[in-house]
Structures are given as C-alpha cells and as structure tokens.
C-alpha cells in the first residue's frame, strides 16, 4: 500500500489539529469544570460520579505514564504517552455500549465546540496510582518469568492468566496495591497491554469498527463507525517515541518488521484486520501512522449487499449469470469503497465444480468454495538486493495456471502480475480482481501502462468491470453503491448496462447487454431465454432477501441447490413470496433507456464460455490437480545444517539467531528435536544467564509463547556459529 493511501482520507484535518489544542486546554480547564459538573445533574454525570466515588472506575484523566530512569539517577521521570480526553456534562451522548463490562465502554458524544460533531469516547476502568505500578511490575515480571504451558495446545490467555496470578502470588511483598477486589481490573490491564492492542484495544474489540487510523503524534486517532461514519476518538498518542514503539508491536503482531531502513509495512494482524503502517519521519514526516481495517468474522454475503442496497436483485442475477459463464470481471473503486468485500461476495455464485485459485498480498478473501487453493505472496528474508525466499504476486499467477482454475482471482492488482492475468484471461481462464481505480478510463490507463504493461489488444479479454463507491445517499447518509457496470466490447469502446440513479437510489438497466446475445449462441439459447433465466435467479435473490437467508453458507447453499435443480428452488421461492404478499409477476429489469443495440457478429468477442470446453491454450499442467485448499503462508526458514555447539544451550542460541532473534516455543522444540521438559529447563537457564527473554510471539496470526535473544544472547550465538 502506498504512503498516500495510508492517510486517511483526509477528513477533518483542522478538527484534529483543534483538537489536539484542546486537549491541552481541556485539561487546564479540568479545575473549573469540576465545579460546574456539579451543577449539572445530568444523568450520566452522576452515575459516573457515583462509581468515581465507589470503587474509582473513571477518573477525569488517564494517562499512561511511561517510567524514565535516567542513568544514575534514582529519581523517576513521568511522560505522558496516550491521553484519554473525557467526556464534559455538555456534551450530549447519543450512543453507549459495554465492550467489557464492567472495565471497558464507548460512548459515542456530540461536542458543542465541534459544531455538534461525534466523537467517540474509550472509557475504562482506571486505575489508581499504586494499582498502575502493580500492573507495570506484573507485566515487567511476566516478561522474565513466564514458563512455557505445560501442554501444546493450552490456550496461551488462559496460561498468561495463571501465571500472572502465580508471580502475583510469589512477588506480594514486592507488588503492592493487589487485592482480591482489583485483581480482574488489574488482570483486564495486563491483558490489554500484554496480549491485546493496549490503548486501541477496545477499538479493536468494538465489532462496530471498520477502521482504526493514526495520523501521526497529537492527533485524535480515527474511526469509521458502522453507524457514526468517519469520527475522531478521545485517544491521542502525544510521545512520539511511544507511537514508534507501538507500532514496531503492532508489526511484529503481524509477524512483520518495520524500522527506518523499512519504514512501511503492509501485514496482517491476528485475527484477520490488515495493518498499513509507516515507520517513524521516513516516509510521514508527521510521525508514525498506521491504519487498521478489521475484517469481519462472517464474510457480507451478496444477500447483506443486497439488504443495504449496494446493489440491486437484478444486477445481482446478471452478475450470477455471467460467472457462472466464466466471464471476467474486475471491480474498481477506491480505498476502501469495498472492493475485496464485493468480489468476496459474488464468489457464492460460482458452480459447484469450478477450481478456484485466489492470490493476494494479504489474505482476505474468504471464499464458501470446496475447491479453492489459497496462494498468498512472501516477502523476502534478506536485506538489500537479494530477494531471498521472495514469492511475488507475478509467480503466483505463474504458478495459478498449473492448477487448471476456472477461475483465477488475484485480490488486488498493482504491478506486473496484471499482464498475466490478463494474459490468462486471454486465453480462456476465468479472471476476477480488483484495482484501485475511480474511473474506467483510469483504470484502464493504468493497465496499459508500467509497471502493469498489458497490452491494449488484451484489454477486451477483460468482459466486465463494475465501480464501486462510499457515497452519499439522497437520505445524506453515507453507503456503498456499484454505481456503474459496463461491457466491455474492445480496447476504448465499453458498454455501459448499469448505473445507479443518486437521486432515486436505483439501480437502472440503460444498456441492452453485449454479453448476453454472445452467451446465448454458445449455449444455443435465444438472447430472451437468458434474459427470462436471469429474471428467475432475480426472484431467487429476492426470496432469499425476504426470507433473511443471508449467512454466506446458507446463501451459497441455495445458488447450489439452484445450479442441481433451478425449477424446484424456483418455485419454493415464488410460491414463499407470494405467500408474504410479494407480488412475484412484478419483478423484472428496471430499464431505463435502451440505446440502440449492436447485433453484430461476434469475431471480436473475447469471451470464452463454453460450458465444457477447457482453456485453448494450457500451460504446463505435469503436476495432478490439487483437490484441496492448499495455503501457502510464510513459512519460517528452515535450519538445514546440524547446528553445532553440544550443548542444548548453545543449540538454542544459535537456532534462536538463525530464526532473526526469535522464534516460537514449539517451532524451537520442534527444529531441535529434544522433549519438552528438557527444553523448558534449559531454557530457564537461559533466562536466569539473561541470555534470552520470554516474548509473546504470533505464529500464523495467532499469540503464543516465544523466546528472544537478549544483545548478550544474540553476542554469544554469533561468537557459537562462527
Ligand atoms: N457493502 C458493505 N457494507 C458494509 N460494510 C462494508 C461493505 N463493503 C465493505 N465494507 C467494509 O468496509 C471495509 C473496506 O472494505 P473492502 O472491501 O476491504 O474495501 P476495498 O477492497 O475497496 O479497499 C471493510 O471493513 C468491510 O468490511
Ligand atoms: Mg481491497
């Protein structure tokens, strides 16, 4: 991803900037405002007053103070390093929910001073003085002291839980401030700090969260809301070296580096959000950004589409109908305009017995198909000119065609694997993809130019391409819409058959489609029987709307139970509508203006459709055809050679350096071969010599327990594997 992309689009930079002064303001305020509060005996205010008073839950400020020693110095340093603005009694709160009750809520606000705009408010429990140096030391303590779980398979939440309540225990003298009453809040704190998000946890646990956006230090990070759109949060990152450190976490979540010689990191989090990010002033002279987009646990099915309008039954049909036509598509937009979500959507329409083959940078396509292989890119190990290890987008694709897919779909194109995909598409594989485009015209462009470089003559073996857009409905809300789809006849000439309409909020048909005569003669179907078979399909999406069968699996099932008997689905779902009162004889085609159509023979017709007809021109097919998903994902390198040194110890060591300094408990266990209580013994050693430390690590996105090699350890492995 760009840097241009990573900023976030741009809104409300002055409010940002306002509110960042305020932040300083409010605070000087702070005095004052406790006076006035009590006068105002607002609802809110009081309740929260009351648990202020009771156990301290919300206090006016939260600041995570970070602890500077200085050398030599016993005296203590406090920097503020996130600030919490809170909420003021004027403010009118229009929205509250629990993310953890009773230590974490969002309150969603109107501010006065910002003309009524929404902010969204974190609150949490806090903490008091002596509880917050508990949690410190607890987390400093964890950090040496945690033992690897006596099973693989424990749950490491659960682990971490228990052995915090173990140095707990073993340090009382030493942690003061832990009772039995705070132990959760202090537990909910190390939780969040240790294996959550820290200051953007609750953001990142609140499901309703599109978007997390950090511009840089003194700027109230963003959110796009489902039901708020795009607004500022009260969190601020004001210690610049703080927001660096977070976010070379937030990519080493994502199994990722980033430091100054690479500044920008494009990854994925654990569980699934992608993480954009940029490192220090390299490439943001503002400081350290990031951009978080989560990802959904259910993937949006064309019928939740469907349901929000983003595209109407009809269009959706004709899409049905062209896919399972094995025609190409790509979908273009903006960032963010739901691209990846649209295409993940339409892949339900598929037939049974097509192969699939997705490529992506970052995995995010999630696909009901039996048959599909999963490529995702690597990137390389080394450092400067040598690519060692690294699997492009452009060898995937390469690679895609031995599989014999139906249909390649290659999440997003940006370089040169365009040109052979479009070179496959040419010769006869099903292509879908996406592309950061606004317009046909650009995105074309953009394709017959470098780095993508494909030519214009294979621009037709693209059949269709659909726009989509974050725009405003004539409600004035804000929401996705395919807002144009055209056909794609030749190289500059491009048929349009759908737009929607902004001010009706339809859909309009103002084409007669160029396709659909081309698949009719393959299929030896009048043009009128495919229009009349997409008409069908449109009450079959209809029903499922009505009916609320709209989870991708149940969605998926019905599309297939409709290619094995489409008259019997049929009427199951007119007989259901008609008994819910729709009138099924009125639904059909919203045409708007037909312009004249070109019934002209199909020689320049790129689209290859045959039902049972395999690709013209094959490449190499030697290997069988893999039948099951198969994931290619970042593997760690493998330790080849027999690590020398004879103890465990230094096995360890230098294992630990060959892996870049840290690696997972059980990958270790696993590369050396030894049991489990030998290894964790050693390992204790190791930790009490300072030569490593405990870490929380991620493999595959998800957190386990790991070691890291200390700068001793890390002196003492190289000296070994000289
Ligand atoms: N039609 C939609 N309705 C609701 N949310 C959507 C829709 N399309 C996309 N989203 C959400 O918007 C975000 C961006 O969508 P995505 O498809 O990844 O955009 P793009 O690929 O265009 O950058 C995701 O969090 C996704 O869940
Ligand atoms: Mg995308």
């Known amino acids: 991803m760009s840097g241009k992309d990573i900023k976030k689009q741009g809104e409300n930079k002055n409010e940002l900037v306002k509110e960042a002064k305020q932040a300083k ?162 537990l909910y704190y190390i939780e969040r700090d240790l294996l959550g998000y820290g200051p953007i946890d609750v953001m990142m646990r609140d499901f309703r969260l599109e978007d997390i956006s950090c511009d840089g230090v003194n700027r109230a990070i963003h959110v796009w809301h489902r039901e708020h759109e795009s607004i500022p949060t009260n969190v601020i990152f004001v210690d610049k070296e703080y927001l660096r450190e977070f976010i070379i976490k937030l990519a080493h979540m994502a199994g990722k580096h980033i430091s100054a010689a ?67 598509l790509m979908v273009i937009g903006a960032t963010a305009a739901g691209k990846t979500t649209l295409l993940n959507s339409l892949t339900s329409f598929f037939k049974p017995g097509f192969k699939v083959v997705t490529i992506e940078e970052t995995p995010e396509l999630n696909l009901p198909h039996e048959n599909w292989v999963q490529l995702v890119s690597r990137e390389s190990y080394g450092l400067g000119e040598a690519k060692v290890g690294e699997i492009t987008l452009f060898d995937l694709v390469k690679v895609s065609l031995r599989y014999r897919p139906d249909y390649i779909i290659v999440g997003e194109i940006r370089g040169e694997e365009a040109f052979v995909l479009f070179q496959a598409m040419s010769t006869g594989h099903g292509g879908m993809s996406t592309m950061h485009a606004d317009s046909l015209d650009r995105a074309v462009k953009r394709l017959v130019s470098p780095p993508m470089n494909v030519s214009p003559a294979y621009i037709p073996s693209l059949n269709i391409v659909v726009l989509t857009e974050r725009t405003i409905l004539p409600t004035g809300e804000f929401s996705r819409r395919i807002r144009r789809i055209w056909e794609i006849e030749d190289y500059g000439r491009y048929r349009e058959i759908v737009r929607w309409n902004p001010t009706t909020d339809k859909h309009e048909i103002i084409n007669d489609s160029y396709l659909i005569p081309r698949l009719a003669e393959f299929q030896g179907k009048a043009p009128e029987d495919v229009l009349e078979e997409i008409r069908r399909r449109q009450v079959v999406l209809t029903w499922m709307k009505f009916t609320e069968i709209r989870d991708m699996k149940d969605v998926s099932k019905i599309i297939l139970e409709y290619y094995v008997s489409s008259q019997e689905v049929y009427l199951r779902a007119v007989q259901d509508l008609e ?56 593997e760690e390198p493998k330790v080849e050679e027999e690590v020398k040194g004879p103890s465990l110890q230094d096995k360890i060591l230098v294992t630990l350096l060959k892996l870049g300094g840290e690696s997972d408990y059980v990958s270790l266990i696993n590369l050396l071969n030894v049991r489990k209580n030998e290894f964790s013994s050693v390992v204790r050693d190791l930790i009490r010599a300072k030569m490593i430390v405990p870490v929380i690590t991620y493999v595959e996105n998800r957190p386990t327990l790991g070691y890291k090699l200390t700068a001793e350890g890390d002196r003492r492995a190289r000296e070994l594997s000289k």
């Open 579 to 634: 008994r819910l009162g729709v009138k099924v004889e009125k639904i059909g085609p919203r045409v708007v203006a037909v312009a004249q159509a070109s019934p002209r023979s199909s020689r320049e017709s790129q689209v290859f459709i045959r039902e049972s007809t395999k690709p013209v021109v094959r490449h190499v097919v030697e290997k069988p055809v893999e039948e099951k998903p198969v994931k290619i994902v970042s």
């Open 262 to 328: 690479f500044p920008i990191v494009d990854a994925m989090l654990p569980g699934r959000h992608r993480l954009a990010a940029t490192y220090g002033e390299e490439v943001s002279p503002r400081g350290s950004t990031f951009t978080i987009r989560k990802f959904r646990e259910k993937p949006l099915s064309i019928i939740n589409l469907l349901e929000s309008g983003n595209l109407d039954e009809w269009t959706a049909a004709y899409l049905w109908f062209m896919l399972e036509n094995r025609v190409t």
């Open 25 to 186: 303001s409010i605070e000087t305020k702070k005095a004052d405002d406790k006076v006035e509060e009590k006068d105002k005996v607002e609802k809110e205010t009081e309740k929260k007053k009351k648990a202020k008073k009771k156990r301290g839950i919300f206090g006016k400020y939260k600041k995570e103070k970070k602890k500077e020693k200085k050398k030599g110095e016993e005296e203590e340093e406090e920097k503020e390093r996130v600030v919490y603005l809170e909420i003021q009694p004027e403010y009118e709160i229009v929205d509250e929910y629990w993310i953890q009750e009773p230590f974490a809520k969002v309150k969603i606000a109107k501010l006065p001073e910002l003309g009524g705009q929404k902010v969204y408010f974190v609150e949490e429990a806090q903490l008091t003085p002596s509880e917050k140096k508990a949690v410190d030391k607890l987390i400093d303590i964890l950090s040496v002291e945690l033992n690897p779980p006596e099973g693989f398979e424990e749950d490491i939440r659960k682990h971490v839980i228990d052995e915090a309540r173990r140095l707990a225990e073993k340090y009382k003298k030493a942690i003061k401030g832990v009772t039995e009453e705070n132990w959760d809040k202090i």
